[in-house]
Structures are given as C-alpha cells and as structure tokens.
C-alpha cells in the first residue's frame, strides 16, 4: 500500500559527491518523519539523517555533520541526501525510512516505511 523509491547510490572516489532520492507513494495521510539510515556490512543499521513535520531542524549523525545534508519535502512525501566529502567509511546500504500514517478501510495506523536499499561505495 506505501512504497519508498530511492535512487542515486554509485562508486565514487573518496572526496567526491553523491546525492540520493526518496519518493514515497500509495495510500497515504500523512508523514511524520523521513530520514536515511545505512548498513555497512557486518554492522548494525544507523541513522544517518531525519528530518520531521514538527522540527524545523534535522537530526545528524555526528559522523556526517558538515558533509550530509538533508532536504526535502515532507508534504510532498520526498526527501534527498547530498553527500559531500565521501569517506570510504561511508560506505554502506543506504536505506529510505518514513514513518507514515495511513487509513486504509477506515483504519488508522501508524508504521515505518523502509526503501529497498540503495549501495554507495567510497574508493580509497
């Protein structure tokens, strides 16, 4: 019923840029959070970056703060990651999540969404 598209992972050589995308769609109300998360293998799935319908500011992660930033608009139920700087240890999956609110035969509910994965390799 909800589906998150990304695009925009690659190769890239340390120093470089990449920017990612993330469209939600389907049956939808409303959005409270959208955000990236990664996963580098062998370790756990960590927040990248949020942003929310009620803060004006988004949330960092302290590795990333001063190269990621986080745009997008959550009414319009996108949201973008440009990523400067690249670091091989940046280099992971790198997932879409919202956290969406939809009726659906007259039911409410509120759940995290989650894009297939998007791959972002940093060469040394």
């Known amino acids: 019923q909800v589906q998150l598209v990304e695009s925009g992972g690659g190769l890239v050589q340390a120093g470089g840029s990449l920017r990612l995308s993330c469209i939600a769609s389907g049956r939808i109300f409303s959005v409270n959070n959208m955000g990236w998360y990664r996963q580098a293998p062998g370790k756990q799935r960590e927040m990248v970056a949020v942003?929310?319908?009620?803060?004006?500011?988004?949330n960092y992660a302290d590795s990333v703060k001063g190269r990621f930033t986080i745009s997008g608009d959550i009414g319009k139920k996108s949201v973008y990651l440009q990523m400067n700087s690249l670091k091989p240890e940046d280099t992971a999956v790198y997932f879409c999540?919202?956290?969406?609110?939809?009726?659906?035969?007259?039911?409410?509910?509120?759940?995290?969404?989650w894009g297939q994965g998007t791959q972002v390799t940093v060469s040394s």
């Open positions: 999540n919202a956290n969406i609110r939809t009726i659906i035969q007259a039911r409410w509910d509120t759940a995290d969404y």
């Open positions: 942003i929310t319908s009620a803060a004006n500011t988004p």
